[in-house]
Every structure is written in structure tokens, then in C-alpha cells.
């Protein structure tokens, strides 16, 4: 079973429509964030914590009875969509995701971002790097500290440390498909930790830059 994960804001019904496209029929579950006044079915959460609040406390919620696998989508999802990679060359339609999504072409047994993804590189004393790097991590909207890597470090057994260079490829805007082996390799304390050290940044959650640069690392750790 698939089951597709939605964080609403305020954002109109109507751009929830392509929901109702994919051709496996997975369930969909709404998290409303925004005004009561919205029209379908949803679960209300306090707006706090941006998409990635509403993805973390899923999986706590559901951790005993998790869908085989997650697709984390946001309801704008055409704001990061790697459309070269989708779409084959069909025109990019920006109310409608792409056929080989909707007809699920893609692995559902491994972590797979939907979005475009890029190598960004944190380089505070500018060390001569290997590989091509696609983006400055400066251009964050916020500097990486010490306590954000120590939390990082506590949850996947890391040593980052804020003035040595770390790169990380990621896809900005969260939208990614993953199996439910992926979570439960973690135990629910582990995801527990994991909301908590999200949730610990001062509004207005600029947190949110840093973990979503590192949620490879968080996926591919295993406590087991």
C-alpha cells in the first residue's frame, strides 16, 4: 500500500486536485496547517515547523502502522519538480504531475527524491574541494552553528564540526518517496530525537534549510 503525505498551508483546494490522478489510487492523508474553512478531509496541526514538522510527526503517529511505502509531497509540488527527469520531454503542466510519477515509475523500495537535487558544499575556510559543486551553502538563510552539527552528529553517530568543509547532495523542498523499511530501521525513540532536534530552532524555523541538507544522512542511518 502507498500512501501519499500532504502539509497544507492555506493554499486553495483546488490545488489539490491532482491527487485524485494517480492510477494505484494511494491514500491520501492532508495535514492542515492553515484556516479551518478548507474543504476536504484533513488532520489539523499547529503551524509551526513548516512541511518537515508535519512529514516527522507522521511517522511518529503512524510508526506501528505505516503504509509500505511514504510519498512526501507538498501541494505547490512544481516549485522544485525535476521536470527534465519526469516529464520525458512532454511540456511541463504546472497543476498536474507528470505521468511516470502518477503511473508510479520509480523505485518504491529505496529512498527517492522526486524533486531535482544538487550538491551544495558548507566551506567556512574555503578548502580546495574534489568534485563539482552546484550550489554555495552560503546562500542558506541561515549560518550553520555548532549545536545544529551536534545534533546531527548525536542522531547518525557523525563528528561534523563547524569550521571543516561538509557537502551534501539533496533535494530542496522535501518531496521524496520512501519504503517503510527505511523508517522502522529506526525505533520510534530515534524519530522521536529526530522531531525534537528539528523542532528545537527559534522561529521562524530557518532550521528547516539545514535538515533538509542533511536528511540523507538521517535516512541512510541505521540504529540496527
Not at 25 to 39: C, H, L, Q, R, T
Not at 61 to 85: K, V
Not at 192 to 216: G, I, K, L, T, V
Request: with cysteine; aromatic share 14%; net charge negative.
Amino acid at each position: 500500500m502507498r500512501q501519499i503525505v500532504l502539509t497544507r498551508c492555506n493554499e486553495p483546494e483546488s490545488m489539490f486536485r491532482w491527487t485524485k490522478d494517480f492510477v494505484d489510487k494511494p491514500e491520501v492523508v492532508i495535514y492542515n496547517k492553515g484556516n479551518a474553512s478548507f474543504g476536504l478531509p484533513a488532520q489539523a496541526r499547529p503551524n509551526v515547523g513548516r512541511d518537515l514538522e508535519t512529514q516527522l510527526w507522521h511517522i511518529l503517529s503512524n510508526y506501528d502502522n505505516l503504509a509500505d511505502e511514504l510519498l512526501m509531497l507538498q501541494p505547490h509540488f512544481a516549485d522544485h519538480l525535476d521536470w527534465p527527469r519526469w516529464a520525458s520531454g512532454v511540456e511541463s503542466n504546472n497543476d498536474k504531475l507528470p505521468d511516470s510519477i502518477l503511473n508510479h515509475d520509480y523505485d518504491g523500495s529505496k529512498l527517492q527524491f522526486i524533486n531535482v537535487y544538487h550538491t551544495e558544499c558548507y566551506n567556512p575556510n574555503n578548502i580546495q574541494l574534489s568534485g563539482k559543486i552546484t550550489k554555495d551553502y552560503w546562500q542558506m538563510q541561515t549560518d550553520i552553528i555548532q549545536p545544529f552539527l551536534d545534533g546531527l552528529n548525536d542522531l547518525v553517530k557523525t563528528n561534523y564540526k563547524v569550521d571543516q568543509a561538509i557537502c551534501w547532495t539533496f533535494s530542496p523542498g522535501i518531496a521524496y518517496s520512501v519504503p517503510k523499511s527505511m523508517i522502522l530501521n529506526k525505533s520510534k525513540a530515534w524519530w522521536q530525537r529526530c522531531y525534537d532536534f528539528y523542532m528545537s530552532a527559534p522561529p521562524p524555523h530557518c532550521h528547516a534549510y539545514f535538515f533538509e541538507r542533511c536528511y540523507c544522512d538521517l535516512w541512510d542511518y541505521s540504529e540496527y
